[in-house]
């Protein structure tokens, strides 16, 4: 059965993908594996060392395409270094997309770091919060304990009582012996 010119068959809707064969093996590639190129790669574009070398690359461009012989040249400086603008632009075409995978890279481990510190100051507030609450326990509950103060004074009530009645006792003794003497 053909549909605008195009057999039915021919599309394979009917089929699952992992049963399709391909021409070529699909590259398995590890899921972190590309974001740590990336990231390597845009760490090494940000430094002084690859504007250094981007630099030198350039000059001796150049230099070689306007101080050496014509037969040499690769690259016509009458045409504004073409082939020069080419390369630069591949190399800007494969940076960019480079440098976002790791940007993304970046946000999202941001984004898991800001997560766990959010977890971590949730359950510092709820332990100081927890805290909070037993100092108010403890301080109402020492409310109803006695004091030092309170204790020395009621030790002191309770000394000058034994005295007294110690002097009391002694009194009545000496009264004792005084009668018991006549």
Request: hydrophobic share 40%; with cysteine; aromatic share 8%.
């Amino acid at each position: 059965m053909r549909a605008w010119g195009v057999t039915v068959a021919d599309d394979r809707l009917d089929t699952p993908i992992t049963a399709r064969r391909r021409l070529l093996p699909r590259p398995r590639y590890h899921p972190d594996s590309v974001g740590r190129v990336s990231e390597g790669v845009a760490r090494f574009i940000g430094t002084p060392r690859f504007l250094v070398y981007l630099t030198v690359f350039c000059v001796g461009w150049l230099l070689w395409n306007t101080l050496l012989p014509e037969r040499v040249r690769f690259d016509d400086p009458g045409l504004g270094f073409t082939a020069l603008t080419l390369v630069l632009s591949l190399q800007a075409s494969y940076a960019a997309p480079l440098i976002l995978l790791a940007q993304d890279r970046q946000a999202d481990r941001d984004r898991v770091a800001a997560e766990q510190d959010r977890v971590r100051s949730e359950r510092n507030l709820a332990d100081t919060e927890y805290l909070a609450r037993e100092m108010a326990a403890v301080r109402l509950a020492l409310n109803d304990v006695a004091t030092r103060d309170f204790l020395r004074s009621e030790l002191r009530n309770l000394l000058e009582e034994i005295q007294e009645e110690r002097e009391r006792d002694q009194e009545q003794r000496r009264e004792q012996q005084r009668f018991d003497d006549d």
